[in-house]
């Protein structure tokens, strides 16, 4: 009983910025990494960054300077700002977290996707 719903993408020019946001539902003990994950048509799904629940934070070197990615852990929240956007992020982006069952169990879930596209 677990959900990821990714909200923000959108068309957005060269150079603009963009945020994507994903808040997980549903009943379980707690999260342990978040991150985001994009995948353009014909390309393999890669990541771009991901946030432990102390914060530390991990990034492409593709991205490195330009996203900055957080997290709300009492909202269950990660947030993706995306600025000096390139034709080349366009994909869908994918929200994941590692979510900790009542259980004690690990188990990663992932977001439905949102549509990023950057014009030229």
């Not at 990494?33 to 990034?59: C, D, F, H």
């Not at 990615?69 to 993706?80: G, W, Y």
Request: proline content about 2%; glycine content about 10%.
């Amino acid at each position: 009983q677990v959900q990821l719903a990714e909200s923000g993408g959108g068309l957005v020019q060269a150079g603009g910025s963009l945020s994507v946001s994903c808040a997980a539902s549903g009943r379980f003990f707690s999260i342990n990494a978040m991150g985001w994950y994009r995948q353009a048509p014909g390309k393999q799904r890669e990541l771009v960054a991901t946030i432990t629940r102390s914060g530390l934070t991990n990034y492409a070197d593709s991205v490195k300077g330009r996203f900055t990615i957080s997290r709300d852990n009492p909202k269950k929240a990660v947030h993706l700002q995306m600025n000096s956007l390139k034709p080349e992020d366009t994909a869908v982006y994918y929200c994941n977290a590692e979510i900790v069952h009542l259980t004690l169990n690990t188990q990663a879930y992932w977001g439905k996707g949102t549509l990023v596209t950057v014009s030229s």
